[in-house]
């Protein structure tokens, strides 16, 4: 898995990405479109293509992050309550600021979803016994717990078909002007390459980090809101998109390891990916009508899941 090739691959894919669709518009048509044709490529395909890759970036590396400073290959932001708390804040947000702008909504999903992995954090230390498969089991009853209370909130507001429409991953309705809150996961998929080092000794425990000089808890607190934040802004934008954190980082780890800092590229490009197959194969399966990526990458995600827990299993991993 070298980096040339998922670049060149995740080149090839865009390239495919912005030519499918219901609207006929080829590669030939490129400098010579017209007003119709150049109005769906700038302000709907060229968006979508943009907003896939942040998002399977952003999320890939939220995943990454959680599994290292859990040391849990099965911690995700959909098995550790994250992304379910991160909805339960936009719905609070949209029964008590109903007229709120999008930074508003996203501040209040992020303190939802800050305060949800914190919260699961502090069951995982409570936890005795920490089996690989039993913790990552324990969060996502914590995160059904959660959505249970926003789907109960969503019926007394006679919100829920809101919610689950909106909140149902779909790169369909991402258009210029609607998905540039994406853009704050940019500069923090940085952030987290520059703390990878950290992430990696915070990932050690709390007695060797602290042995080695290194402030435990602010690091933590760090990955914590960076994976609340990119979490936040994608399920805001875009809606739930389940197992793009579990499955990416495992699949990468398989190939090159444990080394947090070279496998941040990887798996930011790899996630870019998963995520544009994932769409292309939810655009072209019932075409002209098209699958959410929210189902598509739920369905090709808890297939894989269900792999690393057999291939666990079988060779003692």
């Known amino acids: 898995m070298q980096l040339r ?3 060149i691959t995740l ?8 030519f499918i669709g219901v609207t006929s518009l080829s590669a030939m048509d490129i400098f010579n479109m017209t007003d119709h044709q ?7 395909r060229v968006p979508r293509l943009i907003s896939i890759i942040i998002a399977g970036m952003g999320m890939s590396i939220a995943g990454l992050i959680m599994q290292q400073l859990t040391r849990n290959k099965f911690v995700s932001p959909t098995t550790a309550g994250t992304m379910d708390s991160a909805r339960l804040g936009i719905l609070v947000s949209i029964i008590i600021f109903s007229s709120a702008g999008s930074i508003t909504k996203m501040l209040i999903a992020m303190a939802f979803a800050i305060a949800g992995t914190l919260l699961f954090m502090q069951i995982l230390n409570r936890v005795k016994f920490k089996d690989p498969i039993f913790i990552p089991l324990v969060g996502l ?3 059904n717990i959660i959505g249970s209370i926003t789907t109960f909130f969503a019926y007394r507001y006679d919100l829920i078909q809101n919610m689950t429409s909106w909140l149902q991953g779909n790169f369909a309705t991402v258009m210029t002007g609607q998905y540039e809150t994406l853009y704050i996961s940019v500069p923090l998929v940085l952030l987290a390459y520059m703390y990878a080092n950290r992430f990696t000794v915070a990932g050690m425990g709390e007695d060797f980090s602290k042995n080695l000089g290194l402030n435990y808890k602010q690091v933590v607190n760090l990955g914590l809101i960076i994976v609340a934040v990119i979490t936040s802004s994608v399920v805001l934008t875009i809606g739930m998109i389940p197992f793009l954190g579990l499955v990416v980082p495992n699949i990468v780890t398989i190939f090159r390891g444990d080394n947090i800092r070279k496998n941040l590229p990887h798996t930011a490009i790899f996630g ?5 197959i994932c769409d292309i194969i939810g655009r072209i399966l019932i075409f002209p009508y098209e699958i959410p990526i929210g189902l598509t990458v739920g369905v090709i995600g808890s297939a894989l899941f269900l792999y690393l827990l057999l291939r666990r299993r079988k060779y003692g991993l």
């Open 5 to 7: 090739y998922l670049l």
């Open 11 to 18: 080149v090839l894919l865009s390239f495919i990405s912005l």
């Open 38 to 44: 150049s109005h769906i490529f700038w302000v709907s």
């Open 141 to 143: 009853m914590f995160g």
């Open 272 to 276: 870019a990916i998963f995520v544009l």
